[in-house]
């Protein structure tokens, strides 16, 4: 179990969360996502809409059906996410 999952409950959001912030200078598709988290494709997809919404994730169409996804760097709440993983996985480990 690592840091977050010890504070925040072990989540489908989490897990996603969790994938992008370790993964966070590579755009992915939600079958990476799935296939790196041991997640079902529909959990993903239902999780990483929030993500989206909120900005915290970007999500940019690449042909007609694919779409990929990275985190907003440009995002303040991303950096903050980001920060915080680091300094209590820093802590915690």
Known sequence: M????KIFGKTAQMTVLKNLIENQNEPTYL???A????LSHSSVSRVITPLVLSGIVQEKPLGKQI???QLNMDNEATTLIID???KINQILN
Not at 2 to 5: L, R
Not at 35 to 38: D, V
Request: net charge negative.
């Open 2 to 5: 690592d840091s977050m999952e």
């Open 31 to 33: 079958s990476g996502i």
């Open 35 to 38: 296939e790196e988290t041991g």
């Open 67 to 69: 779409r990929t996804f």
């Open 84 to 86: 915080f993983y680091s």
